[in-house]
């Protein structure tokens, strides 16, 4: 009778011993993360040969914006609405059927920083006198947070045609469609 008394004694502070290494641990584990993941995705343009398609994306880095009517105070800066995190962001280019043009190119985008890709359209060696058919771009944002914080969109996207002797715009687009998918885990 005592030996089993002893043996539930030693598997209740057994038991006990694995709760607190359970609660310690999960206290030091945090917050689960998850990727927030946004789309910006562009309407169909039809490029000439002669012609590039740039596709822009930027991390404004947005903060809130002064009063208007008091002075300015420089010596504080209002606080950011988004942490001053890099985002992944990839950029990418689609035929009219819907498939990828090339390869994604995948950046990251730090506080204030931008990039752009383009897709050229050079006039083709040989009898072939077909201009190039219709195509989109899309912009994917990537961010990690912990679950439940969902941090705002400070990625933005333009599209721009560009002449490609001369870099001279022709035509500047904003996202068609922008919107925010489901997080990953």
């Known amino acids: 009778m005592r030996i089993k008394a002893l ?20 206290q030091d584990r945090g917050p689960r993360m998850v990727t927030h ?16 398609l740039r596709l822009h994306a930027v991390h404004l880095g947005l903060t809130t914006p002064p009063d208007p009517i008091a002075p300015p105070d420089l010596s504080n800066p209002p606080d950011p609405i988004v942490p001053p995190d890099p985002y992944r962001i990839v950029l990418a280019f689609f035929d009219s059927n819907g498939r990828m043009i090339g390869d994604g190119s995948v950046r990251t985008l730090e506080l204030g920083q931008s990039t752009f890709v383009d897709l050229n359209f050079e006039r083709p060696a040989g009898d072939v006198i077909l201009p190039p058919g219709p195509c989109r771009a ?5 961010k990690t947070t912990r679950r439940g914080e969902a941090p705002p969109d400070p990625c933005r996207a333009t599209l721009e045609v560009l002449d490609t002797a001369s870099g001279r715009a022709s035509i500047h687009m904003v996202p068609a469609v922008q919107r925010q998918l489901p997080a990953v885990q």
């Open 7 to 26: 043996r539930l004694m030693a598997a209740g502070l057994l038991v006990a011993a694995l709760a607190t290494v359970g609660i310690g641990w999960a």
């Open 138 to 142: 899309a912009v994917w944002v990537l």
């Open 37 to 52: 993941r946004w789309v910006q995705q562009f309407g169909m343009v039809s490029p000439a040969y002669g012609q590039t």
